[in-house]
């Protein structure tokens, strides 16, 4: 089955600057690379997605960027303000359907 | 469109018992995914539900059921409550079917085994 690794299980980022969160998955079949934020007491929520015809997709102050051949995909959050502090997921599907692994979660903290 | 519900939100209940969650997806969507949080396994596959047949099953012993409605409202149940079933119990919603799309959760269940 899938295997999703995800790096760095914390990350302290001043105000203003970059965070990265980078993710490996393990089957070279995965097609859809979602992204989640979960602030705390809350539901994960859906922030950008990738799927494999792409290599970078853009939104706003967030990008991910997928590498198909080295099987990695990340999250990159530019000028960082203090909501931005959560815990981000990333996840790859396993087999077909709806099934998601994830990673096990980056804690992002933006110190003001 | 409404989001994702899920009741009840909070749950309290002794070893050995059962229970029962539900969730009822954003309308029009008929794919329904179970997850269970915890701080030291993360977020982890139960199930999905896609027109009233399980599709997939993640890694969770045969106390852990679920099943679909025509409306594709979703239940899970969980007999025989040990400890570690503590957790936050998540449903996630999506769209298409035969393909891996958008999912989206609801605020989940929080469920606490005393």
């Known amino acids: 089955g899938e295997n999703v690794e995800q790096h760095p299980s914390t990350l302290s980022v001043q105000e203003g600057d970059s965070a990265v969160i980078k993710c490996t998955y393990s089957?070279?079949?995965?097609?859809?690379f979602p992204w989640y934020k979960q602030e705390l007491g809350k539901r994960p929520q859906l922030i950008i997605d990738?799927?494999?015809?792409?290599g970078e997709k853009k939104d706003q102050r967030i990008a991910v960027t997928l590498n198909k051949t080295a099987k990695h995909f990340s999250l990159h959050i530019t000028e960082t303000q203090p909501e931005d502090s959560a815990v981000y997921f990333c996840?790859?599907?396993?087999?077909?359907?709806?099934?998601?692994?994830f990673g096990g979660g980056t804690r992002v903290l933006v110190k003001p | 469109k409404a989001g994702v519900t899920q009741t009840p939100r909070y749950l309290i209940k002794t070893r050995g018992q059962q229970v029962t969650l539900s969730c009822s997806p954003i309308s029009g969507h008929r794919s329904v995914s179970w997850y269970q949080q915890t701080p030291g396994q993360g977020l982890q596959f139960l199930f999905e539900?896609?027109?009233?047949?399980?599709?997939n099953k993640g890694n969770f012993p045969g106390r852990f059921s679920g099943r679909q409605f025509s409306n594709s409202r979703s239940e899970m149940n969980v007999s025989t409550l040990e400890l570690g079933d503590s957790a936050l119990y998540l449903c996630?919603?999506?769209?298409?079917?035969?393909?891996?799309?958008?999912?989206?959760f609801g605020p989940g269940t929080r469920l606490t085994v005393t």
């Open positions: 089957d070279s079949a995965s097609n859809y």
């Open positions: 990738i799927r494999s015809n792409v």
């Open positions: 996840a790859a599907p396993s087999a077909a359907g709806n099934k998601l692994t």
């Open positions: 996630a919603s999506s769209s298409l079917a035969g393909t891996t799309y958008e999912q989206y």
């Open positions: 539900y896609f027109s009233e047949t399980q599709r």
